[in-house]
């Protein structure tokens, strides 16, 4: 006869307040005996609770991030042959866990995480704790953990991290283990295939026969285009993006501007705002070291990125292409105008390679030259921000900033937006404000470039 059975923490060793990152069974769910149950995981190792009996699961006792000490309860499980044992206990049925010889699953862990440290955990059976159960509930001895799905707690630990089960993977190992390239492989199987480009849980349009409402035409959307929609799916649902809209007074900026026109045509180049954006933001890279960085596989750390090469959108009939200048802390603008106008050249051209769209720790798109007033640019991801330029106004601006004193006046001034898209994950919104009024500053005193 079908009875509950009430599963509770084994003993886990010296660990309390241990966390549950896994719930990997629903009530109405079938399970076999060793199938497992909950992960739960301390700072030194993951451990899978598995099932004694084989049964019907009925109620989950415990919510993930949920901390548990030994004797907690877990799962309650309808199972059909519950036996007495001599002493009048009721246990499983089938192959009675041993468990002095009990082998956590997840104690050689691969060391994935740094923090990962092998720590022997020994699975013992929960002993009745007065109280501690419910009542008509027998309790409920733990096997050996981990015979499911196996893997090191670093592999969990990365699967977690990257949102994918870990049954869905491949397991090349020994013993049918999964490994981290088992994982790694499964997450590029699943972005080539275009599941994961459009975002995995995301709900696809539905196709619709235009031709319904008129006469229609398909035409083949170019190589750049497809690639660089792929690059922008990815980056739009992976960072949470928020955009910092602000402006730069840059009449001052525009004078000087002006005052170089014949010497840059004597050099065959053009200078825009944009060039000395580019100068300005690098300076204000060195101070923000936090927008040039890369969040760590895994994200638990920045990788601080020391150089300054610096992506800029272009925009090619064929699609947006992003080639990287590099050291533009260390490039005249002259310089980089000419390095700009080649790059922008060889993409107009499809002659960029590979490399020269590599390697850059933050990215600027420049609309100035064709308008609108601001705009919301993607972040490439993994850079963490990213600046768009609108076009320059000539607008009226208060003279005396918050003071409204009798001296100060509307007068015309050169009027840039700046709006700066940010990974959120990395970037507080006081941080992007701080990084954009500090941009806005060195644009409207030019000379700060100099020092
Ligand atoms: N405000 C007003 N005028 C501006 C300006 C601004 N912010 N930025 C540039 N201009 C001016 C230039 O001075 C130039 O004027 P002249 O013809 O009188 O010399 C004119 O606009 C055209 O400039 P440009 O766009 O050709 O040159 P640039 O160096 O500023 O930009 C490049 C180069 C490659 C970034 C640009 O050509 C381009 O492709 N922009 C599009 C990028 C894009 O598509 N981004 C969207 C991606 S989605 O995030």
Redesign the pocket.
């Known amino acids: 006869m079908a009875s509950e059975t009430l599963i509770r923490v084994p003993d886990i060793g010296d660990f309390e307040d241990v966390e549950v990152v896994e719930i990997m069974v629903a009530p109405g769910d079938e399970v076999a005996v060793e199938d497992p149950l909950i992960s739960i995981e301390s700072d030194k190792a993951t451990m899978e609770i598995p099932s004694p009996v084989a049964g019907r699961v009925l109620e989950i006792r415990v919510s993930l991030g949920e901390s548990v000490s030994e004797g907690n309860a877990l799962v309650v499980m309808e199972s059909d042959a519950v036996e007495k044992t001599a002493d009048g206990n009721e246990e499983s049925p089938g192959p009675t866990p041993n468990l002095a010889e009990a082998e956590p699953v997840d104690v050689e862990a691969e060391p994935v995480d740094v923090k990962a440290e092998p720590v022997e955990v020994k699975p013992a059976p929960v002993a009745s704790a007065s109280g501690a159960s419910s009542p008509g509930r027998p309790e409920a001895p733990m096997p050996a953990a981990g015979r499911g799905v196996h893997a090191s707690p670093g592999v969990r630990r990365y699967a977690r991290q990257l949102g994918v089960t870990l049954g869905e993977t491949g397991a090349s190992g020994p013993l049918g283990r999964v490994l981290e390239s088992d994982v790694t492989d499964h997450v590029h199987r699943t972005m080539s295939s275009g599941e994961a480009g459009v975002g995995r849980g995301v709900p696809p349009v539905p196709p619709v026969d235009f031709s319904r409402f008129g006469p229609v035409r398909e035409e083949p959307l170019a190589k750049i285009r497809r690639v660089s929609a792929q690059n922008l799916s990815r980056s739009w649902l992976n960072a949470p993006h928020v955009t910092q809209h602000d402006e730069a007074d840059i009449t001052t900026l525009e004078d000087f501007r002006r005052s170089c026109k014949e010497e840059a045509n004597r050099r065959g180049l053009?200078?825009?705002?944009?060039?000395f954006v580019l100068k300005a933001v690098a300076r204000v890279l060195a101070e923000f070291p936090d927008f040039r960085s890369s969040l760590a596989p895994g994200g638990e750390s920045l990788v601080v990125k020391d150089y300054f090469h610096l992506g800029?959108?272009?925009?090619?009939e064929n699609g947006?292409v992003v080639p990287v200048i590099r050291d533009v802390d260390r490039k005249s603008v002259f310089e980089l105008?000419a390095e700009?106008?080649e790059?922008?050249e060889r993409?107009r051209a499809r002659r960029l390679g590979p490399g020269d769209m590599q390697g850059a720790c933050f990215s600027?798109?420049?609309?100035?030259?064709?308008g609108g007033t601001a705009?919301t640019?993607?972040v490439n991801v993994p850079e963490v921000a990213?600046l768009?330029?609108?076009?320059?106004q000539v607008l009226p601006r208060w003279s005396g900033g918050t003071d409204s004193g009798a001296e100060a006046d509307f007068r015309a001034r050169a009027v840039?937006?700046l709006s700066l898209s940010y990974d959120h994950r990395v970037i507080d919104g006081a941080a992007a404000a701080r990084f954009t009024s500090r941009l806005g500053r060195m644009l409207a005193r030019p000379g700060y470039l100099l020092l």
Request: hydrophobic share 60%; aromatic share 2%; glycine share 8%.
């Open positions: 053009k200078l825009s705002p944009l060039h800029v959108a272009v925009d090619t947006l105008a700009l106008a790059l922008a993409a600027i798109s420049s609309l100035g030259g064709i705009f640019p993607i990213i768009g330029l609108s076009k320059l840039l937006p």
